[in-house]
């Protein structure tokens, strides 16, 4: 919020902020900052301040790990008065942010070429099962789109105060309104199928992920099946129960929809947080989640 003004929307690739392993290279950390904040500041804040609960940080737990966190570009924020910010898209509400959802579409267009570069780029160095993507709050949810628009699997998916992006949509094709049952399919809707379609193409969440490309300008006439999507890759979601700026309710809402579209979806939800991730707890069930191979055993889900 602090930065220069007058500069341009572009930043150097310095922006990036890179914590290199100090071992051999095993596994990247892509990891996405918030609203108005940077890849220098959220990085070294969470390197810093994330310590479990035996006293390590996590480049001391993964000391293998390429820990990479990305600058978004500036752009003209409405939710704060047009202010220029660094954010992922644009969004008119943090409050609701389904609200006026088309102006967040160019942003996430331009932002998901970006990360989907870096996942390239670290796939050519480590097996894309050793690569976890993720951010907190702006960055979780400019990360989670970048998750249903993938053509394959990452390793994890680690989401911090966050939402996701388009839920009223998603939950419209997928019949999760209040007009239909849950997981309907509307197969009694004979305008719901085009004629040429296959059967692939005609399922509730292959729509959603042509959907989801589509509104990113990638050809979803290209969309893979929903087996080579990134379905199968597990996610933490973790959320405050008193943040003031990301409802818990939208982490939530979000993992509601995500474990409808078949992802296999951990949600912690911490009494008295705000907007940030808690120190040890949430770190602990981190390291646990990604340590563990998949989902948290579900007995201790919020």
Same mark, same amino acid.
């Not at 040429?196 to 193409?201: D, G, H, I, K, L």
């Given at each position: 919020?602090?930065?220069?003004?007058? $500069?341009?929307?572009? #930043?150097?690739?310095? /922006?990036?902020?890179?914590?290199?392993?100090?071992?051999?290279?095993?596994?990247?950390?892509?990891?996405?900052?918030?609203?108005?904040?940077?890849?220098?500041?959220?990085?070294? %804040? #969470? &390197?810093?301040?994330?310590?479990?609960?035996?006293? $390590?940080?996590?480049?001391? &737990?993964?000391?293998?790990? @390429?820990?990479?966190?990305?600058?978004?570009? @500036?752009?003209?924020?409405?939710?704060?008065?047009?202010?220029? #910010?660094?954010?992922?898209?644009?969004?008119?509400?943090?409050?609701?942010?389904?609200?006026?959802?088309?102006?967040?579409?160019?942003?996430?267009?331009?932002?998901?070429?970006?990360?989907? !570069?870096?996942? !390239?780029?670290?796939? /050519?160095?480590?097996? $894309?099962?050793? &690569? &976890?993507?993720?951010?907190?709050?702006?960055?979780?949810?400019?990360?989670?789109?970048?998750?249903?628009?993938?053509? /394959?699997?990452?390793?994890?998916?680690?989401?911090?105060?966050?939402?996701?992006?388009?839920?009223?949509?998603?939950?419209?094709?997928?019949?999760?309104?209040?007009?239909?049952?849950?997981?309907?399919?509307? *197969?009694? *809707?004979?305008? !719901?199928?085009?004629?040429?379609?296959?059967? %692939?193409?005609?399922?509730?969440?292959?729509?959603?992920?042509?959907?989801?490309?589509?509104?990113?300008?990638? *050809?979803?006439?290209?969309?893979?099946?929903?087996?080579?999507?990134?379905?199968?890759?597990?996610?933490?979601?973790?959320?405050? %129960?008193? *943040?003031?700026?990301? @409802?818990?309710?939208?982490?939530?809402?979000?993992?509601?929809?995500? @474990?409808?579209?078949?992802?296999?979806?951990?949600?912690?939800?911490?009494?008295? #947080?705000?907007?940030?991730?808690?120190?040890?707890?949430?770190?602990?069930?981190?390291? /646990?989640?990604?340590?563990?191979?998949?989902?948290?055993?579900?007995? %201790?889900?919020?």
């Amino acid at each position: 919020m602090g930065e220069d003004q007058n $500069r341009g929307p572009t #930043l150097p690739s310095s /922006a990036t902020f890179i914590v290199e392993p100090s071992t051999q290279h095993t596994h990247s950390f892509i990891l996405l900052h918030g609203l108005g904040s940077n890849g220098e500041k959220f990085g070294k %804040e #969470l &390197i810093e301040s994330g310590i479990c609960s035996d006293g $390590r940080r996590l480049p001391e &737990i993964f000391p293998g790990a @390429r820990f990479i966190f990305p600058t978004s570009k @500036r752009r003209r924020s409405s939710a704060f008065g047009r202010a220029m #910010l660094t954010q992922w898209f644009d969004v008119a509400s943090l409050d609701d942010p389904s609200h006026r959802s088309q102006k967040q579409v160019k942003g996430l267009q331009e932002s998901s070429r970006e990360i989907f !570069d870096l996942v !390239d780029q670290e796939s /050519a160095k480590v097996p $894309r099962e050793n &690569i &976890i993507l993720g951010g907190i709050s702006q960055g979780c949810a400019m990360g989670l789109v970048c998750l249903l628009a993938m053509d /394959a699997p990452v390793g994890r998916f680690v989401g911090m105060s966050g939402w996701l992006p388009f839920t009223h949509e998603i939950d419209s094709i997928m019949g999760l309104d209040e007009h239909n049952d849950l997981f309907g399919t509307r *197969d009694d *809707d004979p305008f !719901d199928k085009s004629p040429n379609s296959s059967e %692939e193409e005609q399922k509730p969440v292959a729509k959603v992920l042509a959907h989801v490309r589509d509104l990113l300008s990638l *050809d979803s006439t290209e969309c893979p099946p929903t087996e080579r999507s990134a379905i199968t890759t597990p996610i933490f979601l973790g959320h405050g %129960e008193a *943040d003031e700026k990301i @409802r818990h309710s939208l982490g939530v809402s979000a993992c509601r929809t995500l @474990r409808s579209l078949g992802f296999q979806v951990t949600l912690r939800s911490y009494k008295d #947080l705000g907007h940030w991730y808690k120190v040890p707890d949430e770190i602990d069930d981190i390291v /646990a989640f990604i340590h563990h191979g998949g989902p948290l055993p579900a007995a %201790e889900d919020s």
